[in-house]
């Protein structure tokens, strides 16, 4: 502990030493005097201390439970918080029970703008999940995700825009034109690994904005599509607050209906060859497993969600343009799921909707957004690498003989 103060006081004079310049001395250009502010030093010395000696108090507390983990059996078989949620029938059944109240009822306890504001949570989920197909469980880096994304949205908007067809007609084929676009992504980077797999793909995102923007005769450029309709029901009228009521709704199920087949599709045999090639592609292809194909598979299934939750945002909006579907969102959708786990379905929920709701909640700190979002990943990059609540591999075990039963 003397060596943490020893350290953490150098350190807040070192940051008293460099800020001196900008929180110190400020000229007042009007009245020609230097005002000399004291107190703003006092705050820098007195902050920079308490992050550092906290910054080396966890560092070593992290260190001393990894070393922990490795000599102890104990520790390694003892649950975590996050899997006794998630495994124990007496913590999580009364906890589902109240988040599907909560959630039936949010449209009559708020106000309009908050559902409105969920409802595009909810996208964000969906987004998440679809992504944590091709990244966390096959572990295929996708810096232009939003691409597949762009392509649900506009395929509503041309189809309503140029031959008059519903929002329900064309969510499927939202969906499906998605999945067409990760099989063409997926070809040409069949044998890219690493960053050159993020640049090709980086790179497909923003062809896909440019060509937007471009070819107005087909997607209106950059004035985009306007007068997209809201999902219907059976052909009745809804105001404003009704259609975003039953687009909630809409979504609810939609994030219900991912999850099932997402988590499906993880206990499954390609899913089992995903995670494989995820953690050695070279062992995995030298075991038999179709490397083409298991590529493929990941970026059309992971692309078919973009597409289809890209035909929701653009009945959510009403109107599309280029600009809303940039490489932040992108790096959005991505820092959901490395921060809600790599391949962990209720991670990746948690994380959107922190993600996606903190900012609409916390608009007094609009300013210092960014820098509190790249602190918060650097943090968890440091102290939980592997996100809010990490993947739980499913052990199979052959039963046993009457003769082991016997011995226990």
């Not at 820098?44 to 108090?57: E, H, I, M, P, T």
């Not at 949010?106 to 559902?115: E, G, R, S, T």
């Not at 994030?255 to 499954?268: H, P, Q």
């Not at 299934?301 to 969102?329: C, D, Q």
Request: glycine letters at 10%; proline letters at 3%; hydrophobic letters at 55%.
């Amino acid at each position: 502990m003397v060596g943490y103060f020893k350290q953490s006081f150098l350190v807040s004079l070192w940051f008293v030493f460099l800020t001196f310049p900008l929180m110190v001395v400020k000229v007042n250009t009007l009245k020609n005097v230097v005002e000399w502010r004291w107190m703003n030093m006092v705050y820098v010395a007195v902050g920079a201390f308490v992050l550092s000696f906290v910054w080396r108090w966890a560092l070593e507390r992290r260190q001393r439970k990894t070393k922990e983990a490795e000599f102890s059996d104990d520790v390694l078989a003892k649950p975590t918080v996050g899997q006794r949620l998630l495994e124990d029938p007496k913590v999580f059944k009364p906890v589902l029970i109240v988040i599907a109240l909560a959630t039936l009822g949010f449209p009559w306890l708020v106000d309009i703008y908050q559902v409105n504001i969920m409802v595009l949570a909810l996208i964000f989920v969906v987004l998440g999940l679809g992504l944590n197909i091709s990244v966390g469980l096959a572990g295929l880096l996708d810096l232009g995700y939003v691409a597949f994304f762009a392509v649900g949205a506009y395929t509503y908007g041309i189809m309503n825009s140029f031959w008059g067809f519903g929002f329900w007609i064309s969510l499927p084929v939202g969906g499906l034109m998605g999945c067409l676009f990760g099989v063409v992504l997926g070809f040409p980077i069949l044998r890219l690994r690493g960053d050159y797999l993020a640049i090709v793909t980086l790179g497909f995102g923003s062809i896909a904005k440019i060509v937007i923007e471009n070819w107005e005769e087909l997607f209106n450029g950059a004035k985009g599509i306007a007068g997209i309709p809201r999902p219907g029901l059976f052909g009745l009228e809804m105001n404003i607050e009704a259609a975003t009521t039953y687009t909630y709704y809409l979504m609810i199920l939609m994030v219900l209906f991912t999850i099932f087949v997402t988590n499906r599709l993880k206990d499954s045999r390609i899913g089992r060859a995903w995670m494989a090639l995820r953690e050695d592609e070279i062992a995995c292809v030298a075991m038999g497993v179709d490397m083409a194909r298991t590529k493929l598979s990941a970026y059309a299934l992971g692309a078919f969600w973009a597409g289809l939750v890209g035909v929701i945002f653009a009945a959510r909006n009403t109107y599309i343009n280029p600009n809303s579907f940039t490489f932040m969102e992108s790096a959005l959708v991505l820092s959901i799921v490395v921060l809600g786990g790599m391949g962990s379905i209720v991670g990746v929920i948690i994380a959107a909707l922190v993600l996606i709701l903190m900012p609409e909640y916390l608009r007094a700190f609009s300013e210092y957004r960014m820098l509190m979002f790249g602190a918060v990943m650097v943090l968890m990059m440091i102290f939980r690498p592997e996100g809010l609540i990490s993947n739980v591999r499913k052990k199979y075990g052959g039963r046993k003989s009457p003769t082991e039963a016997a011995h226990g």
